[in-house]
């Protein structure tokens, strides 16, 4: 009696070859996924030479700018007499130590209105050349804030309006201010922190 031959089926043709195919995919995938990220950083390091760039020539504008603006403030410092930083006429800056500040209590006053009945409130500090000055000041101060409180009543409206004004009251209060204490320079700037007209 013969025995059926026993067949043993072999493996399918397509298992080895999925199992290569899906590796082929992942190692596509990651590969896809590098370069992306390369360009990505490429990209990135790119705009940022390229912000860099047109930064540079803003900030040297900017600085530019920020030059004249310095120049006009010395210019108004210079017409007023007064110290601080200033620019010399070859572009070079001259450095001035300023003096120690007196702030004196907010002032507040009616000023010249036909019309109506108008209120002014100043706050002003005074800029003393140095610290002998400063206790000079402080002696003097009730005779000081009465000189200003007498200007400042006697202001119309239009006195108040525009820098120029402004600008003008502080040189005339920097000299009266300078006249109560005896003379000479014992306050070199006079400040406004708070001027409100109402």
């Known amino acids: 009696m013969s025995q059926a031959p026993t067949t043993t089926t072999p493996p399918a043709e397509g ?11 992942v190692i596509l995938i990651v590969l896809l996924n590098v370069l992306a990220l390369g360009g ?23 600085g530019e700018g920020g030059g004249e603006g310095e120049g006009a403030a010395a210019a108004e410092g210079g017409e007023g ?14 450095t001035h130590s300023r003096g120690p500040l007196i702030a ?35 002696d003097a101060l009730v005779p000081v804030r009465d000189r200003i409180l007498l200007r400042l009543s006697s202001l119309t409206v239009d006195d108040t309006h525009g820098a120029e004004k402004k600008i003008a009251l502080q040189t005339e209060l920097l000299r009266l201010v ?4 005896g003379g000479g320079n014992k306050v070199t700037h006079v400040y406004f922190t708070e001027f409100v007209v109402q």
């Open 15 to 25: 298992a080895p070859a999925a199992a290569g195919g899906k590796r082929k995919l």
């Open 40 to 62: 990505v950083a490429a990209y990135v390091v790119l705009q940022g030479r390229k912000g860099a760039a047109h930064a540079a020539p803003a900030a040297a504008a900017e």
């Open 81 to 94: 007499g007064e110290g601080g930083e200033g620019e010399h006429a070859g572009g070079t800056k001259a």
């Open 104 to 138: 004196l209590d907010a002032i507040i006053t009616n000023i010249v209105d036909l019309d109506e009945l108008r209120f002014l409130k100043v706050t002003v500090q005074l800029q003393a050349k140095d610290e002998a000055a400063k206790a000079a000041i402080e």
């Open 178 to 181: 300078n006249t109560e204490l």
